[in-house]
């Protein structure tokens, strides 16, 4: 089992940029395939970005598409989201994810383990 925790959020004017980091303890870290998720007030858990065991494969919403990225460090048992420009409609709380299977896509029931969330607030 692994566990996951989340930091990096904070409030950001638009325009501006933030990282946000999940680290993972427990079992290695390399098994798992990771993603991010978002949820706004009064909406949906989305599909934000995932990827595969050793970073070679990403897949990236298109609502972010060109403005966030993922990656993962192994050694570090981390995943980070790189969000650049980003728009008030980019609030929400963002979640860290993370299955068993090889799967890096947007079905929220796919993945296992989450983390608590840490909230992302930009401000026009």
């Known amino acids: 089992q692994v566990q996951l925790v989340e930091s990096g959020g904070g409030l950001v004017q638009a325009g501006g940029s933030l990282r946000l980091s999940c680290a993972a303890s427990?079992?290695?870290?390399?098994?798992?395939?990771m993603a991010w998720f978002r949820q706004a007030p009064g909406k949906e858990r989305e599909f934000v970005a995932g990827?595969?065991?050793?970073?070679?494969?990403?897949a990236i919403a298109d609502s972010v598409k060109g403005r966030f990225t993922i990656s993962r460090d192994n050694a570090e048992s981390t995943v980070n989201l790189h969000m650049n420009n980003l728009k008030p409609e980019d609030t929400a709380v963002y979640y860290c994810?993370?299955?068993?299977?090889?799967?890096?896509?947007?079905?929220?029931?796919?993945?296992?383990?989450w983390g608590q969330g840490t909230q992302v607030t930009v401000s026009s």
């Open positions: 990827i595969s065991r050793s970073g070679g494969r990403t």
């Open positions: 427990g079992r290695t870290f390399s098994i798992y395939v």
């Open positions: 994810a993370g299955n068993l299977i090889d799967y890096t896509g947007p079905v929220t029931n796919r993945y296992k383990y």
